[in-house]
């Protein structure tokens, strides 16, 4: 029965994949450099409200939804593993999952939490936005290779 719902799950998929991507690729090539121009204080009021207004329905629908949508496609490739592009579609599914909700919650989300809790005025809080801008991209950079591979593996599943 699952089997039928794959094409169109993948089809879902791979849409959600390629937005977070698309969302995560700009942050690393550009947002982010451009806050890590501003003086401290700046960049992490401007992240701070990045990351309050970046919680809405659209944005966790795209990245955590399509984090669930992988794991019926991990049950449909797995019971379905003879078939045309299963691999792709058990690639796919695993690399979006663990690199995109995952991450966000075990690496970017510990982050932005503790960018929060700084005094942006401060020493530390200067300290602390130089960490962030360090290790937090780096993660974001993680996110943004898994959901632009996830999207092509998801594209060669359905061939």
Same mark, same amino acid.
């Given at each position: 029965?699952?089997?039928?719902?794959?094409?169109?799950?993948?089809?879902?998929?791979a849409? +959600? *994949?390629?937005?977070?991507?698309?969302?995560?690729?700009?942050?690393?090539?550009?947002?982010?450099?451009?806050?890590?121009?501003?003086?401290?204080?700046?960049?992490?009021?401007?992240?701070?409200?990045?990351?309050?207004?970046?919680?809405?329905?659209?944005?966790?629908?795209?990245?955590?939804?399509?984090?669930?949508?992988?794991?019926?496609?991990?049950? +449909?490739?797995?019971?379905?593993?003879?078939?045309? +592009?299963?691999?792709?579609?058990?690639?796919?599914?695993?690399?979006?999952?663990?690199?995109?909700?995952?991450?966000?919650?075990?690496?970017?989300?510990?982050?932005?939490?503790?960018?929060?809790?700084v005094?942006? *005025?401060s020493?530390?809080?200067?300290?602390?936005?130089?960490?962030?801008?360090?290790?937090?991209? !780096?993660?974001?950079?993680?996110?943004?290779?898994?959901?632009?591979?996830?999207? +092509?593996?998801? !594209? !060669?599943?359905?061939?």
């Amino acid at each position: 029965m699952i089997a039928k719902f794959l094409p169109s799950l993948t089809f879902v998929a791979a849409l +959600g *994949a390629g937005v977070v991507g698309g969302v995560f690729f700009a942050f690393s090539n550009f947002v982010m450099p451009a806050l890590a121009r501003l003086p401290a204080a700046g960049g992490i009021a401007a992240m701070n409200s990045i990351n309050i207004t970046v919680i809405t329905p659209t944005f966790m629908t795209a990245l955590f939804g399509t984090g669930l949508i992988c794991l019926v496609l991990i049950a +449909g490739a797995i019971l379905g593993w003879g078939q045309p +592009g299963s691999f792709w579609l058990l690639a796919g599914a695993l690399i979006y999952l663990v690199g995109n909700p995952i991450v966000t919650m075990v690496f970017n989300v510990p982050l932005n939490d503790a960018l929060a809790a700084v005094d942006p *005025a401060s020493s530390d809080g200067a300290a602390a936005w130089a960490g962030y801008l360090s290790s937090w991209v !780096m993660w974001n950079h993680v996110r943004a290779v898994t959901a632009i591979v996830a999207l +092509g593996c998801f !594209m !060669m599943a359905r061939q």
